[in-house]
């Protein structure tokens, strides 16, 4: 099953209001993408500040997932090659992986670029 992921919205000023904006922008992304409503939305913690210091460990040529995309509860294997590789990066203590750069976006076809 699949939700929005989201971090708790602060009530500063008018952040609520673009913790809302942000949300929906979300919903409508998981909607186009997965060709269905998002059935909720789950709220995880999440470290919001990518560290300093990375280290690289290469260049992410490509992407095997997992999604219901299509089909609500039905997961399919999805396999994007990059053709403009990000560097796949990580923080020092080797427990938390991010991707840096590249040229991609996410449309209802899936990942392009």
């Known amino acids: 099953m699949s939700y929005i992921l989201t971090t708790r919205c602060h009530l ?25 409503p998002a059935p909720g939305v789950v709220r995880r913690p999440c470290r919001r500040v990518i560290p300093k210091v990375l280290v690289q460990l290469g260049y992410l040529r490509g992407l095997i997932y997992s999604s219901d995309k299509g089909g609500h509860g039905r997961l399919k294997t999805y396999i994007h090659f990059m053709k403009t590789p990000p560097r796949l990066v990580c923080d020092p203590q080797g427990t938390q992986l991010y991707i840096v750069g590249g040229r991609y976006r ?7 670029g």
């Open 106 to 112: 996410v449309t209802p076809r899936g990942i392009e």
């Open 12 to 36: 500063h000023g008018n952040r609520l209001e673009h913790c809302r904006a942000c949300l929906q922008e979300g919903r409508t992304l998981f909607h186009r993408f997965h060709r269905f």
